[in-house]
């Protein structure tokens, strides 16, 4: 019973030292990563622990013993790894945002721009040397640097854009050509005749477009009398709202109206792509997974996609995953060893997509590959903000617009793992 409550009262440190934010750290960074080195290491100790007291359940699984309080204990300090991974996980990402000039004040370029569109965000009355960002419909296309600060901040909150290609385009819509080969080719002596050879067919790939909006709203006497930054306010209203129907629609989304998600490209339903659809690999074990599969699947990837691929799936899917072990009895998933690296699984790196499918019969709950290579984001160059004083007196209410994009790129660079049915 004493070295019961050693464990649980250990995993419950860590845990809380996980969501711990220590004096002068900055979004839970401190400048020198020195909170993010102590947090992988807390990260290590805990899947020691973990190691020794599963490994200890499977002993007793097999002599015939089911003791709930160990299970308990196991899953109680899988949980903590899977806090503290998570916590290591968003640093991460904020730590790479401040190495790249993001995820922090960016100094205004365009200060005459900005004037302009404080003063309309403010009343609505941009003087005419300042209008260049005011359309005829009533419209105003925000500042560079807002647009910019928003998409950073999607970047740190939306994983399939951190995962992704995005592109920005600036027409109405955006189609590429696909390649469906089909060159010949032959062998001929010195005097033979070079008779002509198929040529390589090319199809078009259209992508799925929709319109984002958020519509936050604040009282006139709000805009009039405080000293806040108008720009920073709103792009916190949009950017949360924006990044939770973006993450959606990149991964599970239908194409109606929103970006086709990459989950719908799997192989077995309707052809999407000119290429066919993604493979898909049997998780070995009805309602589970099995480490086979997952070796399984990484196998089944082309070699030269192998370079930059990655895993993505949901955290209670790794907390499955991290029980899982090899032929040689060594466990599959290992936790970060230095601060910026991820977990990984089976030596590839692990991204956490909350939108991906739970284990569940027949649900594609874990995808592998080179997210760069197999889906684009398209993004239409411009936010748009509508003020409108009107609708909701005494609300002033501000009409955000981002059209977005997305679809699969190739279908050859990414599987996907189903679970099998019982």
């Known amino acids: 019973m004493?070295?019961?409550?050693?464990?649980?009262?250990?995993?419950?440190?860590?845990?809380?030292?996980?969501?711990?934010?220590?004096?002068?750290?900055?979004?839970?960074?401190?400048?020198?990563?020195?909170?993010?080195?102590?947090m992988v290491q807390q990260l290590q100790q805990a899947f020691a622990t973990f190691k020794d007291e599963h490994t200890r359940q499977l002993g007793e699984i097999k002599a015939g013993i089911n003791d709930p309080l160990?299970?308990?204990?196991?899953?109680?300090?899988?949980?903590t790894i899977a806090d503290l991974q998570a916590a290591i996980d968003v640093n991460n990402t904020k730590m790479a945002a401040m190495e790249m000039g993001t995820g922090g004040a960016t100094p205004v370029k365009d200060k005459e721009y900005s004037a302009a569109f404080q003063a309309h965000m403010r009343k609505g009355d941009?003087?005419?040397?300042?209008?260049?960002?005011?359309?005829?419909?009533?419209?105003?296309?925000?500042p560079v640097e807002w647009d910019r600060s928003i998409t950073d901040k999607l970047i740190i909150v939306s994983p399939m854009r951190a995962l992704c290609t995005v592109q920005k385009v600036g027409g109405d819509g955006y189609k590429k050509l696909v390649n469906l080969r089909g060159t010949t080719s032959g062998w001929v002596g010195e005097t033979d005749a070079r008779p002509e050879t198929n040529t390589p067919k090319l199809v078009e790939q259209a992508y799925s477009w929709g319109?984002?909006?958020?519509?936050?709203?604040?009282?006139?006497?709000?805009?009039?009398?405080?000293?806040?930054?108008?720009?920073?306010?709103?792009?916190?209203e949009v950017d949360v709202e924006f990044a939770y129907q973006e993450g959606n629609a990149f991964v599970v989304g239908n194409g109606t109206k929103k970006p086709r998600g990459l989950l719908t490209y799997a192989a077995g339903g309707t052809a999407l792509h000119p290429l066919g659809g993604i493979e898909v690999v049997?998780?070995?074990a009805a309602g589970g997974i099995t480490g086979d599969a997952i070796l399984d699947l990484i196998y089944a990837l082309p070699e030269v996609?192998?370079?930059?691929?990655?895993?993505?799936?949901?955290?209670?899917?790794?907390?499955?995953?991290?029980?899982?072990?090899?032929?040689?009895?060594?466990?599959?998933?290992?936790?970060?060893?230095q601060a910026g690296q991820p977990s990984t699984l089976g030596g590839y790196?692990?991204?956490?997509?909350?939108?991906?499918?739970?284990?569940?019969?027949?649900?594609?709950?874990?995808?592998?590959?080179?997210?760069?290579?197999?889906y684009k984001i398209l993004d239409r160059v411009g936010v748009?903000?509508?003020?409108?004083?009107?609708?909701?007196?005494?609300?002033?209410?501000?009409?955000?617009?981002?059209?977005?994009?997305?679809?699969l790129e190739n279908p050859e660079c990414m599987k996907f793992m189903r679970i099998a049915a019982a």
């Open 211 to 236: 319109e984002l909006y958020a519509n936050p709203s604040a009282t006139q006497q709000m805009l009039d009398d405080s000293e806040i930054n108008i720009e920073q306010w709103l792009g916190g």
């Open 2 to 38: 004493k070295n019961n409550r050693i464990v649980l009262a250990k995993a419950a440190e860590l845990a809380a030292a996980s969501k711990r934010v220590p004096r002068g750290v900055i979004g839970g960074v401190r400048a020198d990563g020195s909170n993010l080195n102590q």
């Open 305 to 337: 996609f192998t370079g930059n691929a990655k895993f993505a799936m949901n955290r209670n899917t790794m907390l499955r995953i991290r029980k899982l072990k090899d032929s040689d009895n060594n466990y599959l998933w290992q936790p970060s060893l």
């Open 282 to 284: 049997a998780s070995g």
């Open 349 to 374: 790196a692990i991204a956490d997509i909350p939108d991906m499918p739970g284990v569940a019969a027949n649900a594609l709950s874990i995808a592998f590959g080179d997210f760069k290579r197999a």
């Open 70 to 79: 160990q299970a308990s204990k196991v899953e109680k300090i899988n949980e």
């Open 384 to 407: 748009r903000v509508l003020r409108d004083p009107y609708t909701k007196k005494p609300y002033v209410m501000f009409y955000t617009t981002k059209r977005v994009g997305g679809g």
């Open 126 to 142: 941009v003087q005419a040397a300042l209008n260049k960002g005011a359309a005829d419909d009533g419209g105003y296309t925000s």
